[in-house]
């Protein structure tokens, strides 16, 4: 066991949280021993302390198959709906068979992630329902989401959960063992490694699976997120013993430790998690205000502003002229107020006068963005 994996298996301890993603290939394939299994793995990581969250996959894929001899299409939009809301009762139904455990279904949508309200009452709700012994079934709301309101994979969905519920382990469970690092043609697995090793990259491959809408390299950005947040990553196969695989017992899969530099919380949700809904471009003192300094964004370094934002959304704050993006945070001024402000400052003097002081995102609610 390598140094990183003693200090992340040491910093489990005894307060084991974990997301298990389990994919869509299962359910769309019936493979009722593969679930059972998991579920008794589940069983186990619970009879040792492990509280456990699930994201379960395949909601579409299930519906589709119970549905199969209608004319429904799964290319129609409002007919994926309906699969899906047909398929959340059998993927349910799946885990009441096989887990004696209480089981709750939680649906989610974008807005959970992106207002923070809803994030905190959702995080809430994880973990009452963990203080009482309640397995939490996450799925995105596939039967309603459209538009700004889908979260897109739950790969992704998977990693915002882990870092909402503050779990040490996210655990996605695929009908591939590991990261190879020629697959298919070579079955070399890679036991271990650091999430944001680069070399990564050269082994991965995009491709979904043909009922799902995740590959290899949406996992390992899922992992690269999560671990900002200091949560490890194991991806394996539903034969794995899991428990002693997190203690680091045996190799099986392969685990992508997190690094040293971990975000709290709440700077994790503003940098990883928060839908940023516009832009704040600023000179180059202010840059070098924020990034050097830990200041606050005063509206003095304020150039221009694009998108439309109201008060308290999140904003990608950019360096002008480059356009890159130095920093996220939560504004404090809207869109429209914003504009008019830039415009008048240039020949109102007592808006110049009085703008030194203007603050358009507190340092407390900034976070700034790894190598700007």
């Given at each position: 066991?390598?140094?990183r994996?003693?200090?992340w298996v040491?910093?489990?301890?005894?307060?084991?949280?974990?997301?298990?993603?389990?994919g869509?290939?299962?359910?769309?394939?019936?493979?009722?021993?593969?679930?059972?299994?998991?579920?008794?793995?589940?069983?186990k990581?619970?009879?040792?302390?492990t509280?456990?969250?699930?994201?379960s996959?395949g909601?579409?894929?299930?519906?589709?198959?119970?549905?199969?001899?209608?004319?429904?299409?799964?290319?129609h939009e409002?007919h994926?709906?309906?699969?899906?809301?047909?398929g959340q009762?059998?993927?349910?139904?799946?885990?009441?068979?096989?887990?004696?455990?209480?089981?709750?279904?939680?649906?989610?949508d974008?807005?959970?992630?992106?207002?923070r309200?809803?994030?905190?009452?959702?995080?809430?709700?994880?973990e009452?329902?963990?203080?009482?012994?309640?397995?939490p079934?996450?799925n995105?709301?596939?039967?309603v989401?459209?538009?700004s309101?889908?979260?897109?994979n739950?790969?992704?969905?998977?990693?915002?959960?882990?870092a909402?519920?503050?779990a040490?382990g996210?655990?996605?469970?695929?009908?591939?063992a590991?990261?190879?690092?020629?697959?298919?043609?070579?079955?070399?697995?890679v036991?271990?490694?650091?999430?944001?090793?680069?070399?990564?990259?050269?082994?991965?491959?995009?491709?979904?699976?043909?009922?799902?809408?995740?590959?290899?390299?949406?996992?390992?950005?899922?992992?690269r997120s999560v671990a900002?947040?200091?949560?490890?990553?194991?991806?394996?196969?539903?034969?794995?013993?899991?428990?002693?695989?997190?203690?680091?017992?045996?190799?099986t899969?392969?685990l992508?430790?997190p690094?040293?530099?971990?975000l709290?919380?709440?700077?994790?949700?503003?940098?990883?998690?928060?839908?940023?809904?516009?832009?704040?471009?600023?000179?180059?003192?202010?840059?070098q205000?924020?990034?050097?300094?830990?200041?606050?964004?005063?509206?003095?370094g304020?150039?221009?502003?694009?998108?439309?934002?109201?008060?308290?959304d999140?904003?990608?704050?950019?360096?002008?002229?480059?356009?890159?993006?130095?920093?996220?945070?939560k504004?404090?001024?809207?869109?429209?107020?914003?504009?008019?402000?830039?415009?008048?400052s240039k020949t109102?003097?007592?808006l110049q006068?009085?703008?030194?002081?203007?603050?358009?995102?507190h340092?407390?609610?900034?976070?700034?963005?790894?190598?700007?």
């Amino acid at each position: 066991m390598s140094l990183r994996v003693f200090l992340w298996v040491k910093e489990m301890g005894n307060k084991q949280r974990v997301v298990i993603k389990v994919g869509s290939q299962l359910f769309c394939h019936q493979d009722t021993e593969a679930i059972q299994q998991i579920a008794k793995q589940i069983a186990k990581l619970q009879q040792r302390g492990t509280q456990v969250i699930l994201v379960s996959s395949g909601a579409v894929a299930c519906g589709q198959a119970r549905l199969s001899e209608t004319e429904l299409n799964r290319e129609h939009e409002m007919h994926r709906q309906v699969f899906a809301a047909v398929g959340q009762d059998t993927i349910m139904g799946h885990w009441k068979q096989y887990l004696q455990q209480p089981l709750a279904q939680v649906l989610i949508d974008r807005e959970h992630f992106d207002r923070r309200e809803a994030y905190v009452k959702t995080q809430a709700l994880i973990e009452t329902m963990l203080e009482h012994s309640i397995i939490p079934i996450v799925n995105e709301n596939d039967a309603v989401n459209k538009g700004s309101k889908v979260v897109g994979n739950n790969d992704n969905l998977a990693a915002f959960i882990a870092a909402m519920s503050n779990a040490q382990g996210l655990i996605f469970i695929t009908n591939v063992a590991a990261i190879y690092k020629d697959y298919p043609h070579c079955q070399q697995a890679v036991t271990e490694m650091d999430a944001h090793d680069e070399s990564l990259t050269q082994w991965l491959s995009a491709e979904c699976s043909a009922m799902g809408t995740g590959g290899m390299k949406t996992k390992v950005e899922a992992a690269r997120s999560v671990a900002r947040r200091g949560i490890g990553t194991l991806i394996t196969d539903e034969k794995t013993e899991l428990w002693s695989r997190l203690k680091g017992f045996h190799h099986t899969g392969t685990l992508l430790t997190p690094g040293n530099k971990v975000l709290p919380g709440y700077r994790y949700w503003l940098s990883e998690t928060s839908r940023s809904l516009g832009k704040v471009f600023v000179d180059d003192g202010a840059r070098q205000a924020l990034t050097q300094h830990g200041a606050s964004l005063l509206l003095p370094g304020v150039r221009s502003c694009e998108g439309s934002f109201g008060t308290a959304d999140i904003v990608d704050v950019c360096a002008q002229p480059s356009g890159q993006v130095i920093a996220r945070g939560k504004i404090r001024v809207a869109s429209n107020t914003l504009s008019q402000w830039l415009a008048l400052s240039k020949t109102d003097l007592s808006l110049q006068h009085n703008q030194k002081s203007q603050i358009i995102v507190h340092r407390n609610d900034l976070v700034i963005v790894e190598g700007s």
